[in-house]
């Protein structure tokens, strides 16, 4: 689970004196500094009968668990033993004025090379719940990634009761090919990449594939008992709907935010997005095993990874069964009713039913007043072919996707150190349009010309600015659904619809007393989203698609959040051993 790096002695004496603290004082223990070591290594895996060499921390596939509580510190002290340049992020981390330790390469430092090391050094401000850490470099997170799992205070109990245990549940996407291989080859023609071979549940890909039935996850529970699911999709391009069958299960929590509990037999969840559950089993022993199945949700036009990864949810037998004459092979298997794969209307239903708790302890606090607004454009689009080149675009064009149509360019140093040091001429412009220069039907008929244009540009934004954007989804080579991530910041979800935006009419709607907070919201597919946010945390915080394939072609930007005026609302300098370029 990660090495200390204290000498036992020192480890045991930080927990002897939380312990100690905790007997003689019935208050709350303090806040701990919680050392894990992670190790950058191969790793030979075989999932379908392909054996491939993988990059692990730890030798682990999913990675290892980090595990803390609100108000700890984390020393991640990160060794990279292989040839790709690493850095990893610690997803939905607020990282508040500890941004240089957020992770994205090139934007708020330089990537870990060959036989160096860095130390990610942060505390846990105000959050509980599920998050979880990925690479944050090209597309290593299909195989770098684990959960961050962020317990209440000591004392503080969850609002809803005790579950029996805690379940943590990855949705992965396995290759048997190299994912960077895949990646690498599709920059190079302009076409799509090659799509995955299979999703998997902690790493098992489940009997639906060939060669995979000795892989599957088994969840084996109690009858009778609640548990917690704390379910993260780490897939690399595809939201998924997951279901168990003939189970309801309860909706708690999202990015590790609380939301008002409902009932859901199916979820939706895209990349970069954590739900957890309340999963009620049956009250006596049912004689069947059930599915736990998953699928994704496509909506675009491109080609995707079409099949079902399945886990199976296995109830212990009562003792009073004799095990001798009781063979699991025997009982009925049911499966559960996923929606369509391309059910935006289910999507959309159950995206509206995510309410923030808004109650005393856990207040909504929306901005209700908003300093400067945005219109951001999100979508696919072309740029053209290099001169001797064929390409396997559009039309012979290469595939590109921007953000207001610029399609983000990544610098060759950090973006963070770059406007630390004030040296941000010639890294990036602090220029970024905040609307479409060139209005359209964004999700009308698409416009004759679908070329981008290529760019390092970010917006600047004073210390406490209360900002409101309307991310707008585009039909240019055709509408789809965008799990837009934003790093640094928690945000509020007050509206969303389909079609263009309605600046005269939609705003009317909005919900500002309870709407969803979090950190990866879905664009939906032919359709816009208002979110709100207050930018209290100085730094250089990446905004991007959480479908990789379109961070790869450009669906990315940075915002720039100066630092405020009294001394804890500005950016802390960087540690002495952040990576060079």
């Known amino acids: ?104 390469a090139y934007v708020t430092q330089c990537p870990i090379q060959t036989g160096q090391s860095y130390v990610y050094n942060y505390t846990i401000v105000g959050q509980r719940g599920t998050l979880w850490w990925h690479a944050h470099i090209s597309w290593l997170r299909s195989t770098l990634h684990g959960p961050i799992i ?80 704390r379910m993260i999709n780490a897939a690399l391009n595809d939201e998924l709907f997951f279901s168990i069958a003939n189970h309801t299960v309860t909706v708690v929590d999202v990015d590790a935010v609380y939301v008002k509990p409902f ?10 997005q954590t739900t957890n559950v309340l999963l009620k089993t049956k009250p006596d022993y049912p004689n069947a ?32 069964t004799s095990q001798s004459n009781h063979s699991t092979k025997k009982l009925p298997l049911y499966k559960p009713n996923l929606p369509p794969l391309n059910d935006t209307s289910f999507a959309t239903n159950f995206s509206s039913k995510l309410r923030s708790l808004a109650s005393a302890d856990f207040p909504a606090n929306v901005p209700q007043k908003v300093d400067r607004q945005f219109f951001f454009t999100v979508g696919l689009g072309t740029n053209p072919c290099s001169k001797n080149q064929t390409c396997q675009g559009p039309n012979g064009t290469r595939f590109a996707a921007s953000v207001n149509n610029v399609s983000f360019v990544m610098p060759t140093t950090a973006l963070l150190q770059a406007h630390h040091f004030g040296q941000s001429r010639g890294v990036y412009s602090p220029y970024f349009p905040i609307s479409p220069l060139i209005p359209f039907n964004y999700t009308g008929t698409p416009p004759n010309n679908t070329m981008v244009s290529n760019g390092t540009k970010l917006v600047v934004l004073p210390f406490n600015t209360s900002v409101e954007l309307i991310m707008q989804g585009t039909s240019i080579l055709g509408a789809e659904s965008h799990p837009l991530h934003l790093h640094g910041f928690n945000f509020f979800v007050v509206g969303q619809g389909f079609g263009n935006f309605d600046p005269s009419k939609d705003p009317a709607n909005f919900n500002l007393v309870d ?62 051993d952040l990576p060079k370029c």
């Not at 205070?153 to 996407?173: D, H, N, Q, S, W």
């Not at 009932?263 to 895209?270: F, K, N, P, S």
């Not at 995707?304 to 009073?320: C, H, M, Q, R």
């Not at 939906?524 to 991007?544: C, E, K």
Request: proline share 10%; charged share 15%; hydrophobic share 40%.
């Open 515 to 576: 709407p969803v907070e979090r950190n990866t919201v879905g664009v939906p597919s032919g359709g816009w989203v208002a979110i709100r946010f207050l930018a209290d945390n100085p730094g250089v915080w990446f905004m991007h698609c959480h479908l990789e394939v379109h961070t790869s072609w450009g669906l990315k930007m940075a915002w720039v959040v100066l630092d405020g005026k009294l001394p804890n609302q500005k950016l802390l300098p960087p540690p002495a």
């Open 1 to 104: 689970m990660g090495a200390s790096l204290l000498p036992p002695p020192a480890f045991l004496a930080v927990f002897l004196f939380s312990f100690v603290t905790l007997s003689v004082n019935p208050e709350p223990a303090l806040a701990i500094t919680r050392h894990y070591k992670f190790d950058v290594m191969l790793q030979n895996v075989t999932r379908l009968c392909h054996t491939r060499s993988m990059v692990t921390v730890n030798g682990k596939f999913p990675g290892p668990r980090i595990v803390a509580r609100e108000g700890d510190r984390l020393v991640i002290r990160m060794v990279n033993h292989v040839q790709n340049n690493i850095s990893i992020h610690w997803h939905g981390i607020r990282q508040l004025r500890s941004g240089w330790a957020d992770g994205p």
């Open 289 to 320: 095993q059930f599915f736990m199945s998953a699928r994704p949700y496509a909506t675009g036009q491109g080609t995707f990874d079409n099949s079902t990864v399945a886990g199976i949810l296995e109830y212990e037998v009562p003792n009073k």
């Open 263 to 272: 009932d859901a037999e199916t979820l939706l969840i895209t990349p970069g």
């Open 150 to 229: 962020l317990l209440p205070k000591l004392g503080t109990p969850y609002p809803f009761a005790k579950p029996y245990k805690e379940v943590p549940i990855i949705f992965g996407e396995w290759f048997n090919a190299d994912p960077e291989a895949i990646i690498s080859q599709a920059m190079q023609t302009g076409g799509g990449p090659n799509v995955s071979d299979a999703y998997t549940i902690n790493g098992l890909p489940g009997p639906l594939y060939n060669c995979s039935a000795k892989d599957t996850f088994k969840l084996k529970v109690k009858p009778g008992k609640t548990y917690l699911l």
